[in-house]
Every structure is written in C-alpha cells, then in structure tokens.
C-alpha cells in the first residue's frame, strides 16, 4: 500500500494551493485519511483529518481556512489551502488507516506517504 501526495509549490501570502493524496495498493477499505504537516525546526503536526465516523477535524490553526476532502471510490483525499500563510510554510504528509485484504480481523495499518512542500512567500 503506497500513499502519493501531490500539489506543493511556491505561493505568495493570501494565495491558495490545493494537495491531493491518492492511496494505492491492495485495499479493502481505508478508516480515515489525513494530512499532517512539518515546518523546519519543528515537529509534525496534524493538519485535518476525516475520522472514522466520516467527521472532519482541523487544528485550530488552519481551521476556516483548509478544506479537507475525501472520494472513498477513487481512495484520495484532498486538501484544499485558502489564504495561505508564510507560517503555513512545511512539507505536507497524508496518511491513512488501511485495511488489507489478509487483515481478516480489520485491524488496519498506519501508511504514510512522502511529503510535498508547500512554501508561502512573496
């Protein structure tokens, strides 16, 4: 199972950018997606995230501004960046509960994929 994030890049102050993160692989189900993200110097933090009920979570800090999205047929979940901040600046990771078909107790795996920077700056 492999999670690909795409859609980092340069923007300016107040600009938008939209990740996308496609999960692949043998999948019977995915339990949640979402997105985490590390600015230099420091720690990972989350982002937003659909759980398990299918709700959707943000962190204060994005919150108003980050739209999570998710399509369950094609497996992806999208973050779409509004007003974007140079302290929104860090590499974005997606990750994901996955469930594989061998796992006949649904107990699921934690998957992450590589990051794509983001970088807010004029």
């Known amino acids: 199972v492999q999670l690909q994030a795409s859609g980092g890049g340069l923007v300016q102050p107040g600009g938008s950018l939209r990740l996308s993160c496609a999960a692949s692989g043998s999948i019977s189900a995915i339990k949640w997606m979402g997105w985490y993200r590390q600015a230099p110097g420091k720690e990972r933090e989350y982002v937003a995230m659909?759980?398990?009920?299918?709700?959707?979570v943000y962190a204060d800090s994005v919150r108003g501004r980050f739209t999570i999205s998710r399509d369950n047929a094609k497996n992806t979940a999208d973050l779409q960046m509004n007003s974007l901040k140079p302290e929104d600046t860090a590499v974005y990771y997606c990750?994901?509960?996955?469930?594989?078909?061998?796992?006949?107790?649904?107990?699921?795996?934690?998957?992450w994929g590589k990051g794509t920077l983001v970088t807010v700056s004029s």
């Open positions: 659909f759980v398990a009920s299918g709700a959707t």
């Open positions: 990750n994901a509960d996955v469930v594989v078909p061998w796992d006949t107790n649904k107990d699921g795996m934690i998957v």
